[in-house]
């Protein structure tokens, strides 16, 4: 039987679309930064499409082709909102890189991604000047400052991004791509051993755009003023770059300043109405509030995502507050957007308890995403919101392959996320646990291995075991469970000394513990799962 198609146009769905309507209709919306070099910088749509042309054709200038990987190292700010665009737009893939990330991790990432261009926020400086002789790629660094306020680099020679696009016209015709091929790459530590690319699709990131902007999901409209606090490294600010230009919301970029004052001065001074960060940062913003006696005025919801959200710090922002914390799941191979936390009409009549605890879950499926929970035999299990199992997901801003690896991670077609967890008969879903062997500390993944590793290289040390620990401000810090050879005593202070300069400082676990011997499973493997029951408590025990 022959299918009977559609007589609809075929207009590919492309990020170029998202930056036209913007300028057809928000052209005089605000974007608003809290530059790098301290002021406010404020501007229109309108404006920011005229500078995003001008680099588009900078880029092309530089030699930059249609599949080609633009890399940042860059804050929240309106010249990242401009690359993000422009790069994109003109068919070429941009790749933003974690800053958090160890200098040696960053440059195998530009090496893997053989990226082209650099383009860095002067706080970044020393990360160009420590990766620069590893990175042959790269032909192009350029400083997202002013010509004027270029930041002082050793080993490289960088162009100021004014200088980059200023003598470039400010028309551009956006090509016609195809809406499959690539627009943007994200890095996930989120996995064990090195770090795996998502290539995001034109397709992918638009239709994710739109599931971002359902009124079960952000929610936002042309009334809406937003400040993404997550970095636009974490999978593109949660689709945020995207989403304000297609609601035509004001956006309100924080740049480096992250603290609770600075983003306390943003949310009045600019009268937001929305944000979204992970709970480290909500716990910070609340201890600001509480020891300054301060009031939110036109903040109505935060997204909390990342990580599970502290009931605790739900509650106070709403008691206290009257913000309403909306608890969402993701991950960087879900574009992130999995779950999303609103009520259902029959929840209004509940209780302010029983609402509240409907709210503490992870939420329903945005549609786009489908879930299920599978057993050890990789069963489906029923959605009774108790039979708990892996999480399996699919949609099609889902990865099917990571970039570069000819393995499929999916499994029967879905996508195994490594969290553990149960379904409602509601669609709410509730995480429980992770399979997956990493940290997750203030948002940023620490991976367990790579600790493990170096402590198994101390000459005292027979085996190590690095696991999350609960922690109050951070969610979870690696904590380190060493056997000893014989003979030795080592303290923990000279274990951990043995860290210094091999990972990011703030990858050196908590604290160390000393065991005669760590549970091994049938294959030889040391069983992590029994470490956290035991000792996951650790630290939050410590603190008292
Ligand atoms: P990433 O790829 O860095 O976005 O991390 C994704 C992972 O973070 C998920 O697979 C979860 O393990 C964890 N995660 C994200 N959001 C939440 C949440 N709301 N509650 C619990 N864990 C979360």
């Keep these: 039987m022959s299918t009977l198609y559609g007589q609809m146009m075929d207009m590919p769905l492309v990020i170029s679309g998202l930056l036209r309507h913007a300028e057809n209709n928000h052209s005089d919306t605000e974007i608003v930064t809290r530059r790098i070099e301290g002021d406010i910088h404020r501007y229109t749509y309108a404006d920011a499409g005229q500078r995003i042309r001008k680099l588009a054709n900078a880029l092309e200038a530089s030699g930059i082709k249609q599949g080609d990987r633009t ?51 002067a706080t970044f400086a020393p990360i160009v000047d420590a990766i620069a002789e590893h990175c042959p790629t790269i032909e192009h660094w350029v400083a997202l400052s002013d010509a004027d306020k270029m930041p002082e680099l050793k080993k490289v020679k960088a162009i100021s991004y004014e200088d980059y696009i200023r003598d ?33 699709s034109h397709r992918s990131l638009v239709l994710h755009t739109y599931g971002a902007c359902l009124p079960d999901a952000f929610g936002v409209d042309a009334t809406d003023i937003v400040l993404p606090v997550v970095p636009m490294f974490h999978v593109n600010a949660w689709s945020l770059p995207y989403v304000g230009a297609l609601a035509g919301v004001k956006l309100v970029f924080p740049g480096a300043k992250l603290d609770g004052e600075s983003l306390y001065e943003l949310f009045e001074g600019e009268k937001v109405t929305i944000s979204a960060g992970v709970p480290t940062v909500w716990l910070l ?110 949609g099609p801003w889902v990865v099917k392959q990571y970039f570069k690896k000819d393995e499929s991670p999916l499994v029967d077609g879905w996508f195994p996320t490594g969290d553990v967890g149960h379904i409602d008969a509601d669609g709410y879903l509730t ?114």
């Design 71 to 121: 890399a940042t190292l860059a804050w929240n700010t309106y010249r990242h909102f401009e690359l993000y665009y422009a790069v994109s737009g003109m068919g070429a893939v941009l790749h933003t890189i974690n800053p958090r990330l160890h200098p040696e991790q960053v440059a195998w990432i530009v090496n893997h991604a053989e990226d082209r261009i650099l383009f860095f926020d």
């Design 285 to 394: 913003v609340l201890q600001f509030l509480q020891q300054n006696n301060k009031k939110l005025s036109t903040l109505k919801r935060m997204t909390v995502g990342g990580s599970a959200c502290p009931p605790a710090l739900m509650k106070t922002f709403k008691q206290d507050y009257g913000v309403q914390l909306e608890h969402a799941w993701g991950m960087t191979e879900m574009s992130p957007l999995g779950t999303y936390n609103h009520p259902k009409a029959k929840h209004l009549g509940l209780s302010e308890e029983e609402r509240f605890n409907v709210a503490l879950s992870q939420g329903r499926a945005v549609f786009g995403v489908e879930m299920k929970i599978v057993d050890d035999k990789g069963q489906r299990m029923p959605q009774d919101g108790k039979s708990t199992g892996d999480l399996h997901v699919r």
């Design 431 to 544: 995480i429980t646990d992770r399979t997956k062997d990493v940290i997750k500390s203030g948002g940023e993944w620490i991976g367990s291995i790579d600790i493990e590793n170096i402590a198994m290289a101390h000459p005292a040390v027979a085996m190590a075991a690095c696991i999350a620990a609960k922690h109050e401000k951070w969610d979870e810090r690696p904590l380190l469970i060493v056997q000893l050879k014989e003979g030795q005593s080592p303290s923990k202070e000279e274990i951990l000394a043995h860290f210094e300069g091999k990972i990011a400082k703030w990858w050196t676990p908590d604290d160390v513990l000393f065991v005669d011997g760590l549970p091994l499973g049938a294959t030889g493997k040391v069983q992590k799962n029994k470490l956290r029951d035991e000792y996951g408590d650790h630290l939050m025990k410590q603190a008292g």
């Design 168 to 200: 470039h016209a400010d028309q551009y015709e956006w090509p016609t791509l195809d809406e499959n091929a690539a627009a943007a790459l994200c890095y996930t530590s989120g996995t064990t051993g090195n770090p795996k690319g998502v290539l995001y």
